[in-house]
């Protein structure tokens, strides 16, 4: 997981920080995990685990001086972010938590407010309910709305689409960092889109199939994307790959509406995965105003990365977030 770490620098000087951590009280100043020297008052240590117990010493280092604070003992809690914390369904590899409503967590404006540029991006704001699982050991949430229509360059410029402290994968060639987080009652939370392809197969594994060949390719018996197991539940059209019960009443419409003839039709769920030019989506807007259906839920298809897409964010719980005073 992660531990965001806030620090007061009374120093008028330039300063470079060296940060370093161990499991005892006797920290080695050997290696630091990392070194500062833009002036920053915050880091998130993303090796941290929760459950366990860290000792950091901050050295701050000015041209004439050098300061070695006492190690700070800090506890790495193993919370599960707001919202109800007993699952309702499953376990901690797929399970769910139940909802949240945006007057106990976020709306869509502090999500907004987080990224790293709005270019492109509507930002009227939106109060969803939030529903809340575990996969593979990770918080989730999920709204019960898109957001806006923007485009995945959009999203990537703005560093939410990865959810990874890095330029996403290299085959890319980015140059926009995509950990962007927000805090929220001492916790951190990490922006990004849903994954749309199965876990433990690839691009080339769906290259070529058609729009619901998920549901018939041998490739994908028993693997299940991020996509299908936190949107299907919560409609209640039951897709075949559905593996949870239905959790939710929401009309896919409010994630992927609907549109005058074929307008929509080709508009789905923007996802992390890419493809030379284009972004994988998941989901259609059904044909001229038309009511939602497994098809068009489940879909699986491919959308210029400059063209608009449904832009419906995972918010990943990554951890706690301590302050010290240097």
């Not at 941290?48 to 701050?60: I, M, P, R």
């Not at 995945?152 to 995509?178: H, I, K, M, R």
């Amino acid at each position: 997981m992660a531990l965001k770490l806030k620090w007061k620098n009374p120093n008028k000087v330039p300063t470079t920080i060296d940060i370093y951590r161990s499991d005892t009280h006797d920290v080695s100043l050997t290696t630091p995990l990392v070194t500062l020297s833009e002036g920053e008052t915050e880091w998130v240590d993303t090796t941290a685990l929760f459950g366990k117990t860290y000792y950091y010493v901050w050295v701050v280092n000015t041209d004439n001086d050098q300061v070695v604070s006492q190690p700070q003992k800090i506890e790495v809690a193993d919370r599960h972010g707001p919202g109800p914390n007993t699952l309702l369904h499953g376990n901690e590899n797929y399970g769910f938590f139940g909802t949240v409503s945006s007057a106990d967590f976020v709306n869509s404006g502090v999500i907004t407010d987080a990224l790293k540029s709005v270019s492109g991006i509507g930002t009227a704001v939106v109060y969803p309910t939030w529903f809340k699982y575990i996969r593979k050991g990770k918080v989730l949430f999920v709204p019960s709305t898109r957001f806006t229509d923007t485009t995945w360059n959009s999203l990537y410029n703005a560093g939410a689409v990865f959810g990874t402290d890095d330029f996403g994968p290299p085959e890319f060639g980015g140059s926009v960092n995509q950990f962007t987080t927000f805090e929220f009652k001492g916790d951190l939370f990490l922006i990004r889109l849903p994954k749309g392809i199965p876990d433990g197969l690839t691009v080339s594994d769906v290259t070529g199939l058609p729009a619901s060949g998920l549901n018939t390719s041998p490739l994908a018996v028993g693997k299940y994307s991020e996509y299908e197991d936190l949107m299907f539940p919560i409609c209640p059209i039951t897709p075949l790959r559905q593996r949870m019960v239905t959790v939710g009443n929401v009309d896919s419409a409010f994630i992927l509406p609907s549109g005058y003839s074929s307008d929509r039709t080709a508009i789905g769920v923007a996802c992390q995965e890419t493809s030379a030019a284009n972004n994988y989506i998941r989901g259609y807007g059904p044909y001229n105003w038309g009511a939602q259906s497994r098809a068009s839920i489940e879909s699986l298809g491919l959308r210029n990365r400059g063209s608009i897409s449904c832009w419906w964010p995972v918010i990943e719980y990554v951890g706690r977030v301590d302050e010290i005073t240097l």
